[in-house]
């Protein structure tokens, strides 16, 4: 059974445990390029007063801390700072580091920090996973970042932006409230829109996408003839989210094979408009998907091909019950440098059930 406890503020005594479970970390060669713990005064003069936290069981036991470094003296990041959790060894999966994150980012804003950073060994996917579920995003990766053992490591960078603080106009934190939309089946009176959404969406280098703006050829009669071919087959759909403007704020595709053998299985495509990123609407727009495969009848299998680095996506896919079933080395050739792909699935006929988002 889980293990009761509580988040509260760090003591200076707390330093033994503390210290025992960053070591633990460090052990592990995933979590921080340091070799070796600091002494308290070190340490003390590094972090934010107001910001560390332990999860504590009833009999003072600690199973885990979070806390945060300024990342610069210069008064302009005096809102930016960088975030460390670590868990017990003992203590990993139940919980802790979700509890210790989620006060920390609490207390960050109560103390006025307007940018939380975390720097995460590419390696490191459950930190990466934890990060993400508590809005961080993935700003970037600093290659051959430093060496551990003879061998050099890169990192992944993650960022987030509070919208409680730092938003200093009206209109900068009304740009921050959740925009309204509607997810309906396409028609192809739907062609142009969509191809003006495609160009906006290889437009932004920030996708995990393996095209750019310059290799986008589709016309709007190409386009129409896409969404034809979508609308003869019972195995095959487009769902697109309307915006406010009229403009497409998000879109889900899916498409099986015409032979006996694989009409049961489909492969999908999802993408969100970056106005619209973060605020549920992939969740909704792969909702849509599903739920049309499992009333279809025909559809058993729903996969996909994603960038092992896109993080984002790889949690929400999981939270929906797709497994990773295979790696692709190199599949994709993106910004100068080869990435690796993910081939996830769902099996619509063997689910689980899964709490909702």
Known sequence: MPIPFDIEPMRPDDWRQVRRIYEEGIATKQ???????????IWDEGHVPSCRLVARIPSGQILGWSALSPISRRSVYAGVAEVSVYVARAARGQGVGHRLLEALVEASEAAGFWTLQAGIF??????????????????????????????????????????????????????????????????IADAPAIVDYQRRLLSDNNLFLPAVADDFTMSIADQEAFLARHQDRPNAVVFIADAPDGSVAGLWDAMGSLRNARQHAVEFGMSVDERFRGQGLGAALLQAGLDWARNSHLIHRVELEVYAENFPAITLYQKFGFIVEGRKRRAFLRQGRYADALNMALLLDSERSFAPL
């Not at 979590?31 to 002494?39: G, K, L, M, Y």
């Open 31 to 41: 979590a921080t390029f340091e070799t070796a713990s600091p002494d308290w005064p």
């Open 122 to 187: 590419p390696e490191n996917l459950a930190s990466a996973r934890l990060h993400l579920t508590h809005g961080f995003r993935v700003v970037g990766r600093r290659e051959r970042m430093g060496q551990m053992d003879q061998t050099w490591r890169d990192v992944l960078i993650l960022e987030r932006r509070s919208r409680l603080v730092g938003w200093l106009q009206p209109e900068m934190r009304q740009s921050a409230e959740k925009i309204a939309w509607r997810i309906r089946r396409a028609t």
